[in-house]
Every structure is written in C-alpha cells, then in structure tokens.
C-alpha cells in the first residue's frame, strides 16, 4: 500500500522494485525539468521507481512532476509539508518499495542513460549476496562554464577501510532500504550534513558490503545549501562533528571532520566541468536557489 497523486489516498501497489529513486524539491522548476528527464531516459531491465517528494512548491514545480507522472507510471508523488529537505528524504524513504534507495534531488541528474543499469549490474531481487551499498562517483559544477568544479570521486579504499571519515556523496549512494529504516533515517535537525552523518551512523551500526562503482552517476549543480561557500563547510563540520561526538570519542569525531575535508579539497579541479545533457534540454542551466 502506499500514498501517492499528493492527494494522500492509499491505493494498491505492484510487486516492489529494486530500486527507489527519490528526489524532494521545493520551488526547483528552474532545475527539475533535467532530474526527471534524465530518470525517465535511463534504461534499465529491472523495475525501478521515481518518488518525487515536494514540500509545498508554489512555482510550478508540482505542475510538472504532474505532468511527467501522467507520462511515465513510475513517478509516485508525495505531496507534504516537511521541515526541511533532510525530513522530506525521510518521506521520501518512508514511500520507497525498492530493495535499495537512490538520493537525486530536483537540481541533480543522472550522468547517462545508463547510470542505473550499470549501478545494478549483476544484483538479483532479494539476492543474498547483493552488497549494502553501491557507491558511484558525481561530478559537481555549472554546466558548460570555465571555472572551479569538484569531481566527488568515491575513496577506491572505501570497500575495505571504514571509520576512518572518508564517505561518498548521496547523490551517487545507493543503500538498502532496510538499513535506512534501522538507523531511523536522516538527522531532520540537521540543515547542512546528515546526508553525511546518516553513512558514518551505517558504518558504526553495520559491517557494510560496500561495491565501488567505479563510473559517474549523477551531475549536482553547484550552489546548494552545503556547498554555498567556505562559511557553509565549516558549519557543516560543525554539524557533522557534534552528530558524531555523542556516539564516538571526541578525538574520532575530530579525525573524522578532518579526513572528510581533505577529501573535499582533494575534489576540486579547474577548467570546464565535464558534465554535459545527454537528455532534451528542459529549463535553464542553473536554478537561482536550488534546494541541495
């Protein structure tokens, strides 16, 4: 059973899919034209679902994600207040059928048309030896400019070294639903890093299976909340350490905050971003305001 058409009806749900794919927005129709074009355009042989969460948009953000639903039944819509963009995730993960939960949000898209196919290669529905996460690579800039842009390369020793602070982006993470829902989700009271201390709080709770990707998944456009300038990193670090510090030593949390900001400034490059729209373009390059 799940909620669906904003309406808040139940209504009958088919057999789960593999995969959830959820994107939250709020005020995004500059940007998420993009995110659902390049959902719908992916080819996959394995079921996968769009739950698109918005939190009360007043622009015509809700308009097309209707639109795109009327087009394509795999879009579920969860229309709610939430208080903020990390507790419309947690909507997002409380609608979510699939097996394993993919985080796009509304000024992301996917890298190519077959980003999830290769991210699921080889997994079976329910396959007892299916990892717990499969983490991919992001590319993170302004589309078709000269300038700085960071290539959020996951750490090739995640799959063996864990709690040590290093950690993959959520735009490129794809975790068991299951272990989502056992750590009870995002850190709602958090504004800039639980994304980032919700994958630390699975490394201490789980010895994680973790599969490297190894490709690119997902474009994020540069601006969001936590990347807005030096001033946002360090009240992320902030957030990230005082998430940390109750459940871990002062001194963990520390080295933890650390590592993560050298593998921050170890993204960055010059030049022109090397992502491009494999898709019809669908809006402006870049939103005013984009939510993450």
Known sequence: MTVDGGKGFVISAPAAPLLSVVTVSLNAAASIGDTL??????IA???????????????????????????????????????????????????????YVLFLNADDFL?????????MDGLVPGGRSNPHVLAGDVVMGHLGK???WRHRRVPRVLATCRGTGLFP??????????????????????RLAA???????????????????GRDVAFMRAGGAANAGLRAMLQ???EIYRGLAPRNSRLCAFTKVIVKTFQSLAEIRYGRCTQQRWFAASGPLVPDHPRD
């Open 45 to 99: 042989n394995f079921q996968f679902e769009h739950i698109c969460v918005d939190g009360g948009s007043t622009d015509s953000t809700r308009q097309m994600i209707d639109r795109a639903a009327s087009a394509d039944p795999r879009i579920r819509r969860v229309y709610e207040p939430d208080r903020g963009i990390f507790d419309a995730m947690n909507h997002g993960i409380a609608a979510a059928r699939g097996e």
């Open 111 to 119: 890298a190519e048309s077959t980003s999830l196919s290769v991210a």
């Open 195 to 213: 994304d980032v201390t919700l994958y630390y709080e699975l490394e201490r709770r789980f010895p994680l299976v973790v599969r490297i990707i």
């Open 146 to 148: 000269v300038g700085v």
């Open 169 to 190: 982006v959520h735009q490129g993470l794809f975790v068991r639903r299951e272990l989502l829902v056992a750590v009870g989700g995002f850190d709602a009271t958090q």
């Open 37 to 42: 074009a390049s959902v719908r355009g992916q």
């Open 236 to 238: 992320g670090s902030l």
